[in-house]
């Protein structure tokens, strides 16, 4: 997740006042003296940390809150509240035009442009069901256009070019296009610079008088902190923005630009690139933000994820064949690419509420899933449909590990996992069906204790 630091830092901060039956002016100066320090670290805007940081002082120093019940709990509130507001408050909500989408997009040389591009038009797809054009505006960058062809053609979706040196006149003629041919969205990817200057917004303003877009996007890369919000700034004087895309949103970025957009700017962030898929593509709610930030976990996104990539029918199927003692290697090796379809295992638990603190000097093994989908694909059809055969016999197991590549230590663990999800589902026959995840593969690459020691990891667990 972005801004890992900031998050760390903010949680330390708050933490040292989690159990206090009281708090007094000392305890939430001394809060707020190092909320201020995390926020400068992380770029964000003086302005903004003096206004975030004065108003959190207001509200958590009232006597309701000091002289109330649970009082650490109350300023924990107030810190989420006033993080919320600052990331924007309320979703911006996006919803495609009607008869047709136009989509500007701009921003900085580097900034992630056509490859969101690229996800912005899956989404359409997924989502909103569109078939949209994508359009090459980038006649400078080398191999631009060719990227944005590539990029469109994995997809399946069409791309628009013209070996022209007028990107006004492309973008003219790819409205027509899709007018005469039945495409009901239009993204547009422009030509960035290294740095802002007058040749790219007079041609941006050029293309943006042409098509007259319904949504106009900056894409900024998170890793430039600051930097980014200063860019915001020039690109709203020229341009009617409706928001912004922020890219690399999965790296520990500083956290300025996400926090300081929306004030300093008055740019909404709309989406967040999550990663280099194409399908890594976000919408953008500040309250989720918020609490991801604040070590409360993300449960809302982790639903998305779930009802996104795995069906109700297929889900109360898998639930019903464990409580009736059918479910098989077959069922789990089904459930292990719906989890692949969700993301990384890593971001996954780190939606759960208290797993990104847990997972702290924690390696999350991928390969681990690698490892059992091998042992699986190594059994005979009638070894995975009925998984007793490979459980009672250790000259199967050994052929399975041998076929596999991987040990019989390995495959052992795969059957106590795959037991323990049975048991586990037994003893869960109460619960709501929905709120029992589909993620209980991963309890497969159970926790190994690492060794303390140099580097990266200075103990913990391995998963």
């Known amino acids: 997740m972005a801004f890992e630091t900031l998050a760390d830092k903010l949680q330390m901060s708050i933490r040292r006042l989690t159990g206090k039956a009281r708090l007094t002016d000392k305890d939430i100066e001394e809060m707020m003296k190092e909320i201020r320090l995390s926020l400068l670290e992380a770029d964000v805007s003086l302005s903004v940390v003096k206004s975030f940081s004065e108003s959190i002082k207001e509200k958590a120093m009232g006597d309701r809150i000091l002289k ?29 035009a009607t008869p047709l989408t136009k989509i500007l997009l701009s921003g900085l040389q580097g900034s992630g442009k056509t490859t969101s591009a690229a996800k912005l038009a899956n989404y359409l797809v997924k989502n909103h069901q569109l078939k949209p054009l994508l359009v090459a505006l980038d006649i400078y960058r080398p191999a631009a256009v060719e990227q944005l062809k590539t ?7 069409d791309v628009y070019a013209e070996a022209s040196d007028n990107p006004a006149l492309i973008a003219k003629n790819a409205l027509e296009k899709a007018k005469k041919e039945g495409y009901n969205a239009l993204i547009f990817d422009t030509a960035g610079r290294l740095h802002v200057d007058e040749a790219m917004i007079e041609e941006i303003e050029a293309i943006e008088k ?13 890793m430039t902190g600051q930097d980014a919000v200063n860019v915001a700034k020039h690109f709203h004087e020229h341009l009617k923005l409706n928001g912004a895309i922020l890219t690399k949103f999965d790296g520990d970025t500083r956290g300025g630009a996400a926090l300081s957009l929306r004030s300093v700017a008055n740019v909404p962030i709309v989406f967040m690139g999550v990663g280099e898929k194409t399908d890594d593509l976000e919408r953008f709610y500040p309250d989720r933000i918020a609490s991801r930030i604040l070590g ?50 890593g971001g996954l638990m780190k939606l759960i509420p208290g797993m990104n603190q847990a997972l702290k000097n924690t390696e999350v093994d991928e390969s681990r899933l690698v490892s059992i989908e091998a042992l699986i694909m190594s059994m005979t059809i009638k070894e995975r449909k009925h998984p007793d055969l490979v459980k009672n016999s250790s000259s199967r197991r050994q052929r399975i590990a041998r076929g596999s590549g991987r040990s019989v230590t390995e495959l052992n663990r795969l059957i106590d996992g795959f037991n323990q999800q049975i048991q586990m589902a037994k003893r869960m026959q109460n619960m709501n069906p929905a709120t029992m995840g589909q993620i209980n593969p991963a309890s497969m690459a159970r926790p190994q204790k690492i060794k303390k020691g140099k580097g990266k990891n200075k103990g913990g667990f391995r998963f």
């Open 68 to 96: 109330g019940l649970n009082p650490s709990q109350q300023v924990v509130k107030v810190v989420n509240d006033e993080l919320t507001e600052l990331l924007g408050g309320k979703e911006t909500v996006f919803e495609p």
């Open 151 to 157: 990029l469109g053609q994995n997809l399946n979706i």
């Open 210 to 222: 042409t098509i007259t877009p319904t949504h106009s996007f900056l894409v900024i890369d998170a």
């Open 296 to 345: 409360m976990g993300d449960v809302l996104t982790l639903v998305d994820k779930v009802t996104e990539n795995v069906s109700e029918a297929d889900m109360m199927g898998m639930m019903e064949k464990m409580m009736s003692g059918h479910y098989n290697f077959e069922d789990f090796y089904k459930q292990l690419k719906m989890i692949k379809r969700m993301g990384s295992l």
